[in-house]
């Protein structure tokens, strides 16, 4: 058994390190996940000593923003006066850009090397044709037998190496002081963050090669440690007060917060001045032709402004998972995925039946997709197998030269031909969903009450009234080329997975009658007989909607085409903005889709800053320019409170996480992004290390946050949140959710509420549930304002 102040010393060292998503689900994350029980400030500067990383934005960053006045004058010399700082921005900006970080010398450099190889040949999913032996005795058992071989260490003999991790730290920690077994750890952690990062995902989720080839910060302490020992690197770190001077960190602080404070007052200023109640009471009595649902991510303020414009439409936001906790079987690969977020266990399971009359053609579908699946892994045995490796490659090079050529020269193309020629099974099966109790599947049929609970909680999350004829369920996916990273630019709320299924399943729970009927005779939601609900996608890299319409009644039929010539209008000038180009800007879009050397096919969520929680009269005639998340949301409707606390206790999180991951794969790409793409290496199927080895990437790449090396496009600012509510609803829920409290007081996000109560006046939150209010030209009031709410007891029950 471990001893018990090596285990806790485990633990408190494992907060330095946040979680690497693998790159099939790559979820955006808070990097200092782990950290956020501290005050950001705190915890980004122990970040900064850890890993040896910049935590702020550099001086170049702020002189972009200062130049292009994104920094308000008023607002840092404010903040700077307070500060008894008074030279002028320029003077701090230049003394900023003086004091370089020194870059200190990676004196473990062997010994991360050692670890890096045993770690990517031990937790390969499937890349490697070799794999490595006894993986299944532990990561410590296996490399235990095979370290005797390893040319890079000194000759030695099994029986030397402790038969056990808990026996290899114990024998390397003997002689050191208790009290310095956390630093001890914590050092080894963070030299290589990406790979414990890993590590520890595959604990916390438990992934099936975790289950059946178990790796854990133990016995990677273990090995690190004991090599260490052998090579005599270095254990005990020596002190590292090599980063940014205390000095400089606070003057970044000072012009972060000046940035984030300006922004707000511009985003508090646009919505002050959109009358909201004249313009709400207008649109009461009107009902739209087509109303559609997209997910609350950035990329959709944009598509959904142009489909808003193009006729009598009306858009909602709402997480892309729909309000379905599921896991999601694929037809294609057969492989079953989350598609949920992440700190959401699976309810469901979804996989896919014929529809009505389509037996036959699924039938053939399969067939279809058997040979197709055989072809590809005959060609890839064909090219790995070392006798027929030189004779297909030689064989076959005129084909994949023409094939290299066509995807080179002409991809938009390319891609009209592939999606042309290309039958998506969503054409001829429908979702089926059933209750999921553990991971080799009890299904159960899902119940009448809980599919009229999962509908019920949209409608009420989004404050719904009233029902078009149509109404879109709109998930979102991207589409890439020769992209390890994919599955970044596709739905976080899905865990990295395509909205679709979740849209679909939605759609068609939507449209039972029973479900209709109960809604209406049990929770006063009535929804017409001529109501048809519809799933969709937005492709986000190309702005097309595809809908899956296969089963909408003939009725319907006239009105679904006129708003597909519409969702065709969207595209063309939903591309145009966002691509910056007037013409041919759909098949420039599809040409970034397809085409296998482009770095960049979309921005993703870049330039994220707010997250606003309202109804969409808030925004409605406004360009956020993709900078905010919109998630609909009427506090007359919501009663209780209790649809708001959902969305406080849920995507609020999670675009957090989304907001941070940004950030710091903005200010330090090479520690917490991925490099660039230029130099990329995937790594076991599931990374990316930079060139031959070293760490594994645990962030964006280089191409997702800046616009050249040294010219950034995201701008990194910590989350905004407004909400129209009540202010006191809003600090009743705060203090029943003390995470969401804690997140507020350390500040890792911002929270402004539009107080309905008061006239709308916005008011930001402050430490301990205080608040300070904005005047008309979106200033906040220099004298704290105490509004704490008093909550009755039994409230907080």
Not at 102 to 129: C, P, Q, T, V, Y
Not at 203 to 230: C, E, G, H
Not at 669 to 675: A, T
Request: hydrophobic residues 40%; charged residues 25%.
């Amino acid at each position: 058994m471990i001893n018990l102040s090596i285990q806790n010393s485990i633990e408190e060292a494992a907060q330095v390190i946040g979680k690497t998503w693998p790159l099939y689900s790559f979820v955006a994350s808070n990097p200092l996940s782990g950290q956020e029980k501290m005050p950001f400030e705190k915890a980004v500067k122990q970040a900064q000593k850890a890993l040896n990383a910049n935590v702020f934005p550099e001086s170049a960053l702020f002189r972009q923003a200062w130049e292009k006045g994104e920094i308000d004058k008023n607002v840092l010399l404010e903040l700077l006066e307070e500060n008894q700082l008074s030279e002028s921005p320029d003077h701090y900006l230049q003394k900023m850009a003086s004091q370089k970080t020194i870059d200190a010398k990676n004196s473990h450099h062997d010994l991360d090397r050692i670890m890096a190889k045993w770690l990517a040949a031990f937790m390969d999913e499937g890349l490697a044709e070799w794999n490595m032996p006894n993986k299944n005795e532990g990561f410590y058992g296996a490399w235990r037998k095979l370290a005797v071989y390893d040319s890079e260490m000194p000759k030695m003999t099994i029986a030397e190496i402790p038969k056990t991790s808990v026996e290899a730290l114990t024998d390397v920690l003997n002689g050191y002081a208790t009290v310095d077994f956390t630093k001890i750890l914590t050092f080894h952690l963070a030299a290589l963050p990406g790979w414990t990062g890993y590590i520890n995902h595959r604990n916390t989720y438990d992934s099936q090669w975790q289950q059946q080839y178990p790796i854990t910060l133990q016995d990677y302490l273990a090995v690190r440690l004991w090599v260490a020992k052998k090579i005599g690197a270095e254990i005990f770190p020596e002190n590292n007060d090599s980063a940014t001077s205390s000095s400089a960190s606070k003057l970044q602080y000072i012009f972060l917060k000046a940035w984030e404070k300006s922004w707000q007052n511009e985003l508090v200023k646009l919505l002050d001045n959109q009358q909201i109640v004249k313009q709400k009471f207008e649109k009461e009595a009107e009902v739209p032709d087509a109303q559609m649902v997209f997910c609350i991510d950035t990329r959709s303020e944009l598509i959904r402004r142009h489909v808003e414009n193009k006729g009598q439409y009306e858009t909602f936001g709402y997480a892309g998972f729909f309000g379905i906790a599921m896991d999601y079987e694929d037809l294609k690969d057969g492989l079953t995925r989350k598609s949920c977020p992440p700190i959401l266990n699976s309810a469901y399971h979804v996989s896919e039946i014929p529809q009505r009359n389509q037996s036959k053609e699924v039938r053939a579908y399969k067939r279809k997709n058997d040979v197709l699946n055989f072809k590809e892994y005959f060609l890839k045995r064909m090219k790995n197998m070392l006798p027929s490796a030189f004779g297909y490659v030689e064989g076959s090079g005129f084909f994949y030269g023409m094939s290299l050529i066509a995807r080179t020269l002409t991809p938009a193309y390319l891609y009209r031909f592939n999606k042309k020629n290309t039958m998506d099974y969503e054409s001829i099966c429908e979702p089926q969903i059933k209750n999921t109790c553990t991971f080799e599947s009890i299904d159960l049929d899902i119940s009448l009450a809980e599919k009229v609970a999962i509908v019920k909680g949209a409608f009420d999350l989004m404050g719904w009234k009233k029902f078009a004829p149509l109404v879109l369920f709109i998930g979102h996916g991207s589409h890439s080329a020769n992209n390890p990273f994919g599955s970044s630019l596709d739905c976080g709320a899905c865990a990295a997975s395509p909205g679709r299924h979740n849209a679909r399943m939605l759609a068609k729970i939507a449209n039972i009658p029973e479900v209709k009927q109960a809604l209406r005779e049990n929770h006063n939601i009535d929804i017409p007989a001529s109501t048809i609900f519809i799933g969709g996608e937005h492709n986000t890299t190309t702005d097309a909607i595809l809908l899956f319409d296969a089963e909408v009644p003939d009725s319907h039929k006239n009105q679904l085409q006129k708003l597909k010539l519409n969702l065709i209008k969207t595209q063309q000038t939903a591309t145009q903005e966002r691509l910056g180009i007037a013409n041919n800007s759909v098949a420039f879009a599809q040409k970034k889709a397809s085409n296998w050397g482009e770095t960049r096919p979309e921005w993703g969520l870049a330039k994220n800053a707010g997250f606003i929680i309202g109804p969409r009269e808030l925004t409605k005639n406004n360009n956020l320019d993709g900078r905010c998340f919109l998630h609909s949301y009427n506090w007359e409707t919501d009663t209780n409170g209790k649809a708001l606390e959902g969305v406080m206790q849920g995507p609020m999180v999670v675009t957090q996480w989304i907001n941070n991951h940004y950030y710091f794969s903005t200010v330090d790409n090479e520690v917490f992004g991925g490099g660039s793409k230029i130099t990329h290496n995937v790594t076991g199927k599931f990374g990316v290390v930079k060139g031959n080895g070293g760490d594994l990437k645990m962030g964006l790449p280089l191409q997702s946050v800046m616009e050249s090396d040294l010219e950034m496009y995201h701008q990194p600012l910590r989350l905004s949140v407004v909400i129209q509510a009540p202010l006191s609803r809003v600090s009743e829920i705060l203090l029943r959710n003390e995470h969401l409290k804690n997140l507020l007081d350390n500040e890792w996000i911002y929270l402004m509420v539009m107080d309905t109560l008061d006239e709308n006046v916005i008011k930001l939150y402050q430490k301990d549930l205080n608040w300070i209010p904005a005047d008309k030209n979106g200033k906040w009031s220099k004298d704290l304002k105490k509004n704490r709410i008093e909550v009755a007891v039994e409230n907080l029950v």
